[in-house]
């Protein structure tokens, strides 16, 4: 069963631009909640964790339970957020991922 | 503290060939796992290990072995490569119950 659903594989928001990325997840249990980010031909990085609520480059997620949502947010929008943005569940001994939504940010 | 490093960083391989991807961590992390990324596909498990001497399946474990004989290594082996198995491979570790992953570089592989 999947359990990280994230809807757009392409999004595209002009510079200066609020941008969401939406991540819908199921799982049974109380999962923790991850955005991982990963520029051109790099290694995935962590951008946000659920748990801290805290801010990375501007962004922020709120995990809402009633909407088994993980929406990644961000007011302004900059053309160094072009990237491809990764939602990730962490459950039992496993991580799931979703499929990667692409971010461009047109100047 | 180098995190995660994998080895090589590309490779070709001919149909039929076997080979080892390289993957170490310094971060004394129980967990460890190989992903591969395709086009459209996002990050599909291949396999993982909660420690030395565990392994366990993902979700495409087919034409791939591990073996985690040690903390710190998880080597991901290729037995008979495929054209199938061209993709880029990734290599993560965390804490058991931890805060999130650590990647790897990644290992792009063809295989013709």
């Known amino acids: 069963a999947q359990r990280v659903t994230q809807p757009e594989k392409l999004l595209s928001v002009f510079k200066g631009a609020p941008v969401e990325l939406k991540c819908n997840y199921s799982?049974?249990?109380?999962?923790?909640l991850f955005w991982y980010v990963q520029y051109s031909r790099q290694r995935l990085q962590l951008l946000l964790r659920?748990?801290s609520r805290e801010s990375i480059k501007g962004f922020t997620a709120d995990l809402n339970k009633g909407e088994t949502s993980f929406h990644l947010k961000k007011p302004f929008a900059q053309e160094e957020d072009s990237a491809m943005y990764y939602c990730?569940?962490?459950?039992?001994?496993?991580?799931?991922f979703g499929t990667g939504t692409s971010l461009t940010v047109i100047p | 503290n180098a995190g995660v490093t994998q080895t090589p960083k590309f490779q070709v391989l001919k149909t039929g060939q076997s080979m080892t991807l390289q993957c170490a961590q310094d971060m004394n992390h129980e967990y460890m796992s190989w992903y591969r990324q395709d086009p459209g596909m996002g990050l599909r498990l291949i396999h993982y290990?909660?420690?030395?001497?565990?392994?366990d399946q993902g979700e495409v474990p087919n034409g791939y072995n591990v073996s985690r004989s040690t903390t710190e290594d998880f080597p991901l082996r290729l037995l008979s490569a495929a054209p199938s198995q061209t993709s880029v491979y990734f290599c993560a570790s965390s804490k058991v119950g931890g805060r999130g992953y650590t990647f790897g570089s990644g290992t792009r592989l063809t295989v013709v």
């Open positions: 659920h748990i």
């Open positions: 990730a569940l962490s459950g039992g001994n496993q991580f799931y």
């Open positions: 799982y049974s249990g109380s999962p923790e």
């Open positions: 290990s909660v420690g030395a001497g565990i392994t």
